[in-house]
């Protein structure tokens, strides 16, 4: 059994675009820590959206017809339905304050859009390719520090019937991230039909707990002694995500047969 350390990293607010790595690296090093090999390093999507400068002055953004028409079915303001029909990879529905979407193979509210830890009036966005960005941030830590390392671009949700979000993996790059269960067999002999372990989303609700909502300015936690196999390549969306005719959930919701039963 391995023991796992989570080293939460602290990073100054910031302001504009700025260099990923580089604030990585200075911020680790300020902290009297350093990157292993085969650490793995959970990195908030938020911060790497403000990297790439993905922060929206709502007042600037015009609707279209169609978000006009959005903002009236869900009450929100159509500059925030319009960025939300540019983001979302699929709409499924609406409920007051709140567009169902998909956005890079994750089922989330509002594409990923978020309203905080930014200034008033603005909305920050999912970075533009996070597989790109995870992939990126793992080459330049092997050139720079000669260091193997996985890295997991994290963001938080909301769990089907459950109060409060949890962690979940957007994006992986270096280590496998699902671990396929089927085929072996349970304590009492079961061969496991379904089974895939989300390894990835493991990971990153550990980081969770630490990198918190609201004010604890932790956009980044160093994972140690996972285990995990690492590899020299991103992984993709696909190999994270199934779609919505594969998933239990929306199946189940979209089927209007289903009974229900109390």
């Not at 604030?23 to 911060?47: C, N, P, W």
């Amino acid at each position: 059994m391995n023991k796992v350390e989570y080293i939460p990293i602290r990073v100054s607010a910031k302001q504009g675009r700025f260099n990923l790595y580089q604030t990585i690296r200075d911020a680790v090093k300020e902290q009297g820590e350093e990157i292993l090999d085969e650490d793995i390093l959970a990195v908030s999507s938020k911060f790497i959206a403000m990297s790439e400068g993905r922060v929206v002055d709502l007042e600037s953004v015009k609707a279209s017809v169609e978000a006009v028409k959005l903002s009236a079915a869900a009450h929100i303001p159509s500059s925030l339905a319009e960025l939300i029909l540019r983001e979302a990879d699929r709409v499924f529905s609406t409920l007051p304050g709140f567009v169902l979407t998909i956005k890079h193979g994750v089922l989330v509210p509002n594409a990923g859009i978020d309203r905080s830890n930014v200034k008033g009036g603005s909305a920050i966005l999912y970075p533009r390719d996070p597989v790109a960005a995870a992939e990126k941030l793992r080459l330049q830590i092997l050139m720079d520090l000669g260091k193997r390392v996985g890295v997991v671009v994290t963001d938080s949700r909301l769990m089907p019937t459950r109060v409060g979000t949890t962690g979940i993996a957007v994006a992986v790059a270096g280590f496998e991230a699902v671990s396929d269960e089927r085929g072996k067999t349970d304590l009492f002999g079961n061969i496991m039909r379904v089974t895939r372990r989300a390894l990835a989303d493991d990971i990153s609700a550990g980081a969770n707990l630490l990198m918190g909502e609201t004010s604890e300015s932790t956009p980044v936690v160093i994972i140690r002694g996972s285990g995990l196999t690492i590899v020299d390549r991103a992984v993709e969306t696909e190999d994270l995500a199934i779609t919505g005719d594969e998933c239990v959930f929306i199946r189940g919701l979209s089927n209007q047969e289903t009974t229900v039963y109390i």
